[in-house]
Nanobody
Framework: QVQLVESGGGLVQAGGSLRLSCAVS????????MGWFRQAPGKEREFVAG????????QYADSVKGRFSISRDNANNKVYLQMSSLKPEDTALYYC??????????????????WGQGTQVTVSS
């Protein structure tokens, strides 16, 4: 079993930056893909960014391309989401997720079987 714990959320002004962290523990050998999702009040949880754990390849939602960057620290079992040029519409609860999909990065949340508790990001205008 894999456990995920997010941190790094907070309140930031529009145009600012934040870095979210996801600490990964447990049976990491069963984990092939990592994702960041977000959920704003009244909206569906949506894919933000994903990473293939072994290969390092990444994928982003169109809404965050060029502003967000996902990365990993294999030695310390951490995944990061660097967020820059933040906008008020980025305000949401951000979740880290892990899945066992091999060969590509799925964007549907049903492919991710382990989730963290979420960390709140609020961007003021």
């Amino acid at each position: 079993q894999v456990q995920l714990v997010e941190s790094g959320g907070g309140l930031v002004q529009a145009g600012g930056s934040l870095r979210l962290s996801c600490a990964v523990s447990g049976r990491t050998s069963s984990m092939y893909v990592m994702g960041w999702f977000r959920q704003a009040p009244g909206k569906e949880r949506e894919f933000v960014a994903g990473l293939r754990w072994s290969y390092g390849s990444t994928q982003y939602a169109d809404s965050v391309k060029g502003r967000f960057s996902i990365s990993r620290d294999n030695a310390n079992n951490k995944v990061y989401l660097q967020m820059s040029s933040l906008k008020p519409e980025d305000t949401a609860l951000y979740y880290c997720a892990a899945g066992a999909t091999v060969g590509y990065i799925p964007v549907a949340r049903s492919y991710y079987n382990t989730w963290g508790q979420g960390t709140q990001v609020t961007v003021s205008s």
